[in-house]
């Protein structure tokens, strides 16, 4: 197995010099020299693969839950569980997986999290009903939580300020190519097979990005930096991250933001297929053109506006933005404008989706940035808060039954609007403006 030093993970050009304060003496490259830029190609490509799977595993199933629901016979209500239960595993096992690497570093416990996530995801596609899906998409989403909370650990290990966040948007860039084709992949695989083959292909996926990991991401926290502390330990560190009322509000306001993106994510489906009529093939493509929209505000983030606008002030915008095509969407389906039809609906969705590529990063960036040596802790917190309240809201967009999409139009709004008044009150941006990016010492623990 490869040494887990930063060093000699740096020498064989797996990884990139950091780039903060501080960075590890002994870094044979500087940042821009080629050897660092394709060290930090390829793990912007390792990272980006791992933050890609969580919805590369949530959106290839999406065109297949009205067969799913035909198949196993059970209730929308009861399959879109099996959306829940995954998230649910997901914001758990951030929990536990993050302090442990912490702890004991971020290599193994990834490696570990993937073996699981592999296996899981192969019962998946045997699953001889609704019951067994949900509990082994739990288990797929509790394992599948390390490649989360691990990258932007890895993240937070290497960069710092402005390069966290531009990072952080490249990231984006990667991880948005899964939305754009996973959904187009599950219509194409339905084609030629049942929802049991995507499972299959996502089971082929998770063997092949374990191999990668494996061989190409070596350690990126040194032995000195790790924490020593048991449960208790674990406990207090994330107990001073949650008493950071500047932390806590970045946290709740991306998760969310978050909630409102994962009310679509789970309501399209049969929003776009069963109350427009559309065919599986085109909710891939409307599904695509809004994740599309989301990589390009994105990026848009990350190369334009970081440096030259205030991360706060992005954010702000982009809170707006979604909170007011929330109430758009509100009223045109709630029959205040008539029947709109298909795609005023969809023009309403990309706004909103695409300004999720202002929210999601810079509440991130914000949160991250005020903890440096607790990077593994308040990276499971971010995810655990983002993936608890999505796994909340997952289940409300379908209250009124599946001839309605105001249900998700009302879940929206109120995350929308609620984040927007959690960022205010808490993170009070006119007041911290350059402390909100400075590290609290408590969080250490």
């Keep these: 197995m490869p040494d887990s030093g930063v060093s000699r993970a740096q020498q064989e050009e797996h990884i990139p010099p950091p780039t903060k304060t501080g960075a590890a003496p002994g870094t044979p490259a500087s940042p821009s020299s080629p050897a660092a830029r394709r060290a930090g190609l390829l793990v912007t490509l390792v990272l980006g693969g791992l933050t890609a799977l969580p919805p590369l595993s949530m959106d290839m199933y999406l065109p297949a839950l009205p067969e799913v629901t035909d198949s196993l016979r059970a209730p929308a209500s009861t399959v879109q569980l099996t959306l829940t239960a995954c998230l649910t595993g997901m914001a758990l096992g951030q929990l536990v997986v993050g302090p442990m690497s912490d702890r004991w570093g971020r290599r193994k416990p990834l490696l570990l999290g993937m073996i699981v996530y592999v296996v899981a995801t192969a019962v998946c596609a045997f699953a001889p009903s609704a019951e067994l899906l ?25 960069y710092d300020g402005m390069e966290m966040a531009r990072f952080f948007s490249t990231l984006m860039l990667i991880s948005g190519v899964a939305p ?34 494996w061989k190409w991401l070596h350690e990126t926290l040194p032995e000195s930096d790790r924490h020593t502390g048991g449960i208790g330990d ?30 679509y994510v789970s309501a399209s489906p049969f929003v776009v297929q069963e109350i427009y009529g559309a065919s599986p093939q085109t909710f891939s493509l409307l599904f695509g053109i809004n994740s599309i929209g989301l990589i390009a505000v994105g990026q848009i983030n990350g190369k334009v506006l970081v440096g030259r606008v205030s991360l706060d002030k992005a954010l702000g915008f982009g809170l707006a933005v979604i909170s007011l095509a929330a109430i758009a969407l509100l009223l045109m389906t709630s029959g205040v404008f008539g029947d709109v039809g ?32 607790a990077a593994g802790s308040a990276s499971a917190l971010l995810g655990t808060s983002q993936f608890l309240v999505g ?39 006119w007041q911290t403006g350059a402390a909100s990016q400075e590290e609290r010492p408590a969080a250490a623990g």
Aim: glycine share 8%; aromatic share 6%.
């Design 234 to 263: 674990a406990l207090r560190t994330m107990r001073h991250l949650l008493a950071d009322r500047v932390f806590a509000g970045y946290m709740i306001a991306g998760s969310l933001a978050f909630a409102a993106l994962f009310a």
């Design 342 to 373: 298909l795609v005023p609906i969809a023009v309403g969705l990309f706004v909103l989706m695409s300004c999720m590529g202002l929210a999601m990063p810079n509440t991130n960036s914000q949160a991250l940035m005020r903890t440096r040596h």
């Design 391 to 429: 796994a909340i809201a997952s289940p409300l967009v379908g209250i009124a039954g599946e001839q309605t999409a105001v249900p998700m139009a009302v879940v929206q709004v109120v995350c929308a609007l609620s984040a927007v008044a959690c960022f205010l009150l808490l993170c009070r941006p």
């Design 180 to 213: 754009v084709i996973a959904p187009v992949i599950g219509g194409q695989v339905m084609r030629f097979t049942d929802w049991r083959g995507i499972f299959v292909v996502l089971t082929l996926v998770g063997v092949a990005l374990t191999l990668v990991v």
């Design 134 to 158: 949900i509990g082994f998409r739990l288990v797929q989403g509790l394992a599948g939580a390390a490649g989360i909370v691990i990258s932007r650990a890895v993240v937070r290990d290497l």
